[in-house]
């Protein structure tokens, strides 16, 4: 089992939809990142948290340390939100600098 | 400013040929670190340096080589390329570690070994 889970794997949804991306992981941890995989392929930062909730246009990141669990949501979809969002954790103390990655969810907004 | 450098992005090598993926970022950052990404794998770390003069392994190492002599500079050498290395490497700064700040991607350099 991997260390990091996210679900779905692929997401659907229409234009103005509400997305939920979930991530699940099984080590403790001092940060959650939330990253944003263009098609193109360039990697950008949306989001590191450690606790409650975090906001940024319309994308929202929630973590629940004690059950071990985060949330991106993106609220008013648009079909530029296409692209991968990956899951990814620290785990602090000598590993801070290491992160664990989770597969990605792969998101298509159509219009 | 340009961020996180990554040359080249796109290479071609022969098995048993040596190259070295180049990163450099001009935000003065202390940390740095390679990443490959493989098809139905998350991103692996191969390699990390938390300041210049200090580097360290990661997940998946074995056949690779860093130095960080600078603290812009972090270069990755393949010493001996084999076709499981085909993959996109990725190279990332923060200004701490993972731990305390958000990380700077490179645009990635698509590896082909045959």
């Known amino acids: 089992k991997n260390e990091v889970e996210q679900s779905p794997q692929n997401l659907t949804a229409q234009e103005g939809e509400f997305i939920t991306i979930n991530c699940s992981y099984s080590?403790?941890?001092?940060?959650l990142h939330w990253l944003q995989q263009h098609p193109g392929g360039g990697i950008v930062s949306l989001f590191m948290l450690s606790s409650g909730k975090k906001k940024h246009g319309r994308l929202i990141a929630t973590i629940n340390i004690q059950e071990k669990h985060s949330s991106l949501h993106i609220t008013a979809s648009h079909p530029r939100d296409s692209a991968v969002y990956i899951c990814a954790v620290s785990r602090g103390g000598t590993s801070g600098s290491r992160l664990t990655f989770g597969e990605g969810t792969q998101l298509t907004v159509n219009p | 400013n340009a961020g996180v450098t990554q040359t080249p992005k796109f290479q071609v090598l022969k098995t048993g040929q040596s190259m070295t993926l180049q990163c450099a970022q001009d935000m003065n950052h202390e940390y740095m670190s390679w990443y490959r990404q493989d098809p139905g794998m998350g991103l692996r770390l191969i390699h990390y340096s938390v300041g210049a003069g200090i580097t360290d392994q990661g997940e998946v190492p074995n056949g690779y080589n860093v130095s960080r002599s600078t603290t812009e500079d972090f270069p990755l050498r393949l010493l001996s390329a084999a076709p499981s290395q085909t993959s996109v490497y990725f190279c990332a700064s923060s200004w701490k570690g993972a731990f305390w700040s958000p990380l700077h991607f490179g645009n990635g350099t698509r590896l082909t070994v045959t």
């Open positions: 080590v403790g941890i001092s940060a």
